[in-house]
T-cell receptor, first 110, second 113 residues
Framework: GQSLEQPSEVTAVEGAIVQINCTYQ??????LSWYQQHDGGAPTFLSY????GLEETGRFSSFLSRSDSYGYLLLQELQMKDSASYFC???????????FGGGTRVLVKP | DADVTQTPRNRITKTGKRIMLECSQT?????MYWYRQDPGLGLRLIYY???????NKGEISDGYSVSRQAQAKFSLSLESAIPNQTALYFC????????????FGPGTRLTVL
């Protein structure tokens, strides 16, 4: 089976940097994805790591260490619109399906 | 127009009723998924389909059934709804190959009284 752990909530101020950690246990690993979900909205794809290292997409970066079964999402220059829930997800063998973590609620304060 | 659509967006029903949630996509993707989300929790996979003739159970398929009527349509049915099936339901699509990226519909909020 697969399980993922991430913090339930993080609070920060505008302009700050937030790191959301995700540790996983899997029977097969195809890649680590991150999704953002605003209240009442649908999850939307943010980033994907299949190999070790850092992927940068604008203000957001994602990191993966396969040997440590660990990854993180880094949110820089926080803006109010970044207040949302962030989910890590692991793809199993051949990427057939995703298993999601419980989500981290990020609250950005002025 | 949205690439992945779900109908209805909201539904209130009573215990024991049969309910069908529908999902359509114009992305041309072959893989489709149904998830359930409960408050404060992540998404849990109910069923997934790789093509019209390939349907697979997810981690919480009991009490649900699906139908892949065409590559673009994937329906989820609750045969006899019960209150603990009250949740937000999402459909998602993905193209075979490439990354794991899934594209989600807007969701259906289902309440079973």
């Amino acid at each position: 089976g697969q399980s993922l752990e991430q913090p339930s909530e993080v609070t920060a101020v505008e302009g700050a940097i937030v790191q959301i950690n995700c540790t996983y246990q899997t029977s097969g690993f195809y890649g680590l994805s991150w999704y953002q979900q605003h209240d009442g909205g649908a999850p939307t794809f943010l980033s994907y790591n299949a190999l070790d290292g850092l992927e940068e997409t604008g203000r957001f970066s994602s990191f993966l260490s396969r040997s440590d079964s660990y990854g993180y999402l880094l949110l820089q220059e926080l803006q109010m619109k970044d207040s949302a829930s962030y989910f890590c997800a692991v793809g199993g063998a051949a990427g057939n399906k995703l298993t999601f973590g419980g989500g981290t609620r990020v609250l950005v304060k002025p | 127009d949205a690439d992945v659509t779900q109908t209805p967006r909201n539904r209130i029903t009573k215990t024991g009723k049969r309910i069908m949630l529908e999902c359509s996509q114009t992305k041309g993707h072959d893989r489709m998924y149904w998830y359930r989300q409960d408050p404060g929790l992540g998404l849990r996979l109910i069923y997934y389909s790789f093509d019209v003739k390939d349907i697979n159970k997810g981690e919480i398929s009991d009490g649900y059934s699906v139908s892949r009527q065409a590559q673009a349509k994937f329906s989820l049915s609750l045969e006899s709804a019960i209150p603990n099936q009250t949740a937000l339901y999402f459909c998602a699509t993905r193209k075979t190959g490439g990354t794991d990226t899934q594209y989600f519909g807007p969701g259906t909020r289902l309440t079973v009284l």
